[in-house]
Every structure is written in C-alpha cells, then in structure tokens.
C-alpha cells in the first residue's frame, strides 16, 4: 500500500501565498514521479504542476506559470508547490499524485496510481 498525504490548504485573499506539501509513505518508491492536480466544482480535474524524481525536470500548467515553483526533497518521497499571486480562480481541491512515469510528460491524471484525499484551497475575491 502506498499512502499520499497532503497538507497546507487554506483560505487566503487574492494576491496572498499559500504552500502545499505532499509525502508518500508505504510501498513507495524513491523513484516516483509526484504532480499535483485541482479540481474546482463542476469542472473537471486539472493538472497544476509535476516533478520527475530526482527533481530536473518540472512542468506546470499555463495557468500556473510563474506564480507556483514546484520541488522536491529528494532525501525522501515528498513534493512542495508555493503558490504565490493567488487568484479566486485557483480555488479548488488540490491533489497530490505519485507514480512512476516514464516516457509521457507526468501531465496527465491517468498516469498516477496514488493520488492523497486532497486539501482545499480558497481564494477569496
């Protein structure tokens, strides 16, 4: 069993900074690739930022670019993403998701096996 937990969520007023973190524990592997995903009411899940395991390579959602930097302590199976400027529209349930992708860009929500219970995020107008 592999556990994804997330942590971090919150209200916070548009323009404000939020950090999100996310571990995995159990039969996990050093070597997955972690990405987090929201997903707004009634829309459908989005992808908002990925990391490939030892940290090199990172991808983001164009809504995301340039406000969010996503990293990853590479010591153990856990992944960051600051969230800076943030918009009501960045309002959702954020999700960590890990899994050992190779080939694709990790942008993709069915390439994830693990995915945590989510944390609310709100950004309030």
């Known amino acids: 069993q592999v556990q994804v937990v997330e942590s971090g969520g919150g209200l916070v007023q548009t323009g404000g900074s939020l950090r999100l973190s996310c571990a995995a524990s159990g039969r996990s592997s050093s070597m997955y690739t972690l990405g987090w995903f929201r997903q707004a009411p009634g829309k459908d899940r989005q992808f908002v930022a990925a990391?490939?395991?030892?940290?090199?390579?990172?991808y983001y959602g164009d809504s995301v670019k340039g406000r969010f930097t996503i990293s990853r302590d590479t010591t153990k199976i856990a992944v960051y993403l600051p969230m800076n400027s943030l918009k009501p529209d960045d309002t959702g349930v954020y999700y960590c998701a890990a899994d050992l992708v190779w080939g694709p860009a990790p942008t993709q929500a069915d390439l994830y096996a693990y995915w945590g219970q989510g944390t609310q995020v709100t950004v309030s107008s």
């Open positions: 990391i490939n395991w030892n940290g090199r390579n990172t």
